[in-house]
């Protein structure tokens, strides 16, 4: 088996029309980690995020996920990258019903899962009643079904509200203290920081900085990494 749930090489993406989107970035996830990947809006984490799940083909560059190229693997990796469909009338169980059965995996996944994230309890209330924090967290549920050995949550905390991002921040440390391995972007360090065992921060498609919190805290005392700010 792998001993890094993702590796990328040397990778860079460039899009028609000549935005280079990122720029020979290399970055290793490791297994049982949570790896924050933090950078600001344009930085190129979706871009990253889109060529591991085999969305987007690098323009140069090694990809290797769970030991194989990106695409091969789709069977043990849950993703939230786009925003999911849910349907506003059906219940969250349902809806999570609906999930499992494209995702090939038995109903009772769907119990399962909305019970790590923290949503039994709304479990029979139709999607539309969720808060925007809610809701995101069934994204996340949506992408646990398969009980997936590698987790890519693309700003799961983006436009929570402070109680929104508690919630999430929760969630998270949790599924990292169960050994789950997740790949998690942010553009505030702030709102992720505390659940993730190390940092990678990434501007304009490069890296610039990896390391755990504490060691990222310090350049970031510097001045020279201003990622805090939103
Ligand atoms: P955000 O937080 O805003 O989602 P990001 O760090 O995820 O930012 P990307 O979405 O990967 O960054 O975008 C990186 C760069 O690539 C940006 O300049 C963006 O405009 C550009 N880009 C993204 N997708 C495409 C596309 N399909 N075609 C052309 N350019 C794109």
Redesign the pocket.
Same mark, same amino acid.
């Given at each position: 088996g792998a001993s890094f749930a993702a590796e990328l090489h040397e990778v860079s993406?460039r899009?028609? @029309?000549g935005? =280079?989107?990122?720029d020979g970035l290399s970055l290793r996830v490791r297994e049982g980690e949570v790896l924050g990947f933090l950078?600001?809006?344009?930085? @190129?984490?979706? =871009?990253?995020?889109?060529m591991l799940v085999g969305l987007?083909r690098p323009s140069a560059g090694r990809i290797r996920v769970l030991g194989q190229p990106p695409g091969r693997q789709l069977a043990r990796i849950g993703a939230l990258i786009e925003s999911p469909t849910f349907y506003p009338h059906l219940t969250g169980r349902d809806n999570l019903r609906l999930a499992a059965r494209y995702a090939g995996v038995p109903d009772a996944a769907a119990d399962r899962v909305l019970d790590q994230v923290g949503l039994s309890s709304r479990a029979g209330s139709p999607f539309r009643t969720y808060s925007l924090g809610m809701k995101q967290r069934l994204g996340v549920a949506a992408a646990l079904l398969k009980d997936p050995s590698l987790l890519i949550l693309?700003?799961p905390t983006?436009g929570l509200d402070p109680a929104g991002v508690a919630e999430m921040r929760e969630l998270l440390r949790s599924l990292g203290q169960h050994g789950q391995t997740v790949l998690l972007?942010s553009?505030v360090l702030a709102e992720v920081e505390q659940v993730c065992d190390r940092i990678a921060v990434?501007d304009r498609?490069r890296l610039v900085a990896e390391g755990t919190p504490d060691e990222l805290r310090g350049a970031l005392g510097t001045g020279v990494l201003l990622i805090d700010a939103d």
């Open positions: 993406k899009y028609p @029309g935005v =280079t989107a990122v950078g600001p809006n344009g930085a @190129g984490k979706t =871009t990253t995020m889109r987007v693309d700003e983006n972007s553009h990434i498609g």
